[in-house]
């Protein structure tokens, strides 16, 4: 097994999940790029619905655009999906069929993730009827609408099934009237510098955390030893399979923000390790996500 992190590089923030008017977003691109680079984000990606954003990744004033797109439909089981293809670059029709935007999307090579599975109604059949390789675990426009933003059950039966699954926030921002909420979830990963290249190479090896708030600063494996550094927090928890945990919570108002697990007293099998993942929240209830340590 290998340790997934390496975090020698910056920290650069970004929402995997936009929508503009190219769809059914309320604003132009150049106007939600500005928005988000106003907000302290470093990148996003665009997946409207059926419409790839023909870009292979720039980056201006500091800030860089990703494409991507959105998907939705009844496959041949009746059952009903919304599937985000990260660094999909190809023109789309929007007639295809389903399992066919599926297949072209794992064929071009882009990072195909299962969307709002709470918001859906997707079953835990659903989600393990495809090779996904990552999976919304909070939607904050799920969060906004009805309360259906979480994703967390379903990314714990796939890996408890053996599959090795990345964890996403994201806004599923769409900056209208109706929905006009963003900067609610997103991923930050750690990348040498803000490229395109870099950043897909940090989302494909899942080198990134997720946040609804609190920040994770560093995380390392030394001596044998898991190692975090945290934004001041309430909670720290080692999360695995079925139950397990290992936690940490403040004492006397004192916020943590560090902590540590020696691999000696953690479950040694390959299965068990390969679900464990690090959960912070801090006193407001925010959450953020490690991936999977370990792979």
């Known amino acids: 097994m290998k340790f997934r992190y390496t975090c020698s590089g910056s920290w ?5 999940h936009t929508h503009t008017s190219m769809s059914d977003g309320g604003r132009g691109l150049q106007e939600v790029r500005d928005l988000y680079k106003s907000c302290g984000y470093d990148f996003l990606f665009i997946t409207d619905h059926n419409y790839a954003e023909e870009t292979s990744g720039y980056c201006i004033d500091g800030f860089l655009v990703l494409p991507g797109i959105e998907i939705d439909g009844t496959d041949s089981d009746k059952s009903y999906y919304h599937i ?26 882009a990072v195909v993730i299962l969307a709002h599975p709470h918001w859906s109604n997707n079953s835990f059949d659903d989600c393990l009827k495809y090779p996904f390789h990552g999976i919304e675990i909070y939607n904050y426009i799920g969060h906004t609408m009805n309360g259906k933003s979480s994703g967390l059950p379903h990314w714990d039966i796939m890996l408890s099934r053996g599959k090795v699954v990345l964890g996403f926030a994201s806004d599923d921002a769409h900056l209208t009237d109706r929905h006009p909420h963003y900067g609610g979830g997103w991923i930050t990963v750690n990348a040498p510098a803000l490229t395109a290249d870099h950043v897909m190479a940090a989302v494909r090896s899942g080198n990134f955390y997720s946040s609804t708030g609190p920040e994770l600063k560093n995380i390392s494996l030394t001596d044998n030893t898991i190692y975090i550094e945290t934004s001041p927090v309430e909670f720290i928890r080692l999360v695995g399979h079925n139950g397990y945990a290992s936690f940490a919570f403040a004492e006397q108002d004192t916020p943590l923000t560090s902590w540590k697990w020696p691999l000696s007293n953690i479950n040694t099998s390959e299965k068990f390790r390969k679900q464990l993942r690090i959960e912070i929240e801090d006193s407001s209830g925010k959450r953020a996500w490690t991936n999977t340590l370990f792979v």
């Open 84 to 109: 985000l293809g990260l660094d999909f670059k190809n023109a789309y029709d929007p007639d295809t069929p389903l399992e066919e935007g599926i297949e072209l999307l794992f064929n071009t090579g």
């Open 12 to 16: 650069f923030r970004g929402n995997p």
